[in-house]
């Protein structure tokens, strides 16, 4: 059977059960680049909004709708108002679960309370096995999740290839790694 047969049963499996409402398979180059620009759509207005919680989430594919389930109960729950945006690359575990807060939200707040979503969220992805980091990486502005993440040796082991291949510290100095004596 070809891609597009197995992708058409798993699609119709998925309906079934009750893991997806609707479906759209591309069926051209030109509409799949549509798609795309639909999805791309979706992150530029998000940033011309202002401030919000973005993530790059990762779970077993077993566990997506598991995840998108609460996550999107915990923000209802916890944070009238705010609107959950689910969208990217499900095929592989990989979820962007992205948070807006209301349009009339104080920045600094919506900051603030913006950090205790993005806890809440890792939190839901330990708890299924997850990662809070998947197709872009760690990234600075995540690094302190990473570590606080590592157990005591791992950290130990992490130091030491750094020192291995960067004996001098020259190589971006504290800037994904933090200072040992931080630790």
């Not at 759209?24 to 620009?37: C, K, L, N």
Request: a negative charge; hydrophobic letters at 40%; aromatic letters at 8%.
């Amino acid at each position: 059977m070809d891609a597009g047969g197995l992708l058409e049963i798993m699609l119709a499996r998925a309906l079934e059960a009750d893991l997806i409402r609707d479906g759209v398979v591309a069926q051209s180059r030109s509409q799949a680049a549509t798609f795309w620009a639909i999805r791309e759509g979706l992150v530029e207005g998000q940033a011309r909004r202002g401030y919000h919680v973005r993530t790059d989430l990762s779970v077993r594919l077993s566990q997506v709708p598991t995840l998108i389930e609460q996550a999107r109960a915990c923000v209802l729950r916890d944070w009238p108002g705010w609107t959950s945006l689910t969208y990217g690359h499900a095929g592989d575990g990989n979820i962007h679960f992205n948070v807006l807060p209301p349009i009339d939200c104080d920045p600094g707040e919506a900051r603030t309370v913006g950090q205790a979503v993005l806890t809440r969220l890792y939190e839901l992805v330990g708890a299924l096995g997850g990662s809070f980091s998947a197709e872009h990486g760690v990234g600075r502005s995540r690094s302190h999740v990473f570590w606080a993440g590592l157990s005591q040796r791992e950290r130990q082991l992490h130091f030491a290839i750094k020192a291995a291949f960067d004996p001098a510290g020259l190589f971006n100095p504290t800037c994904l790694m933090p200072d040992p004596g931080d630790l």
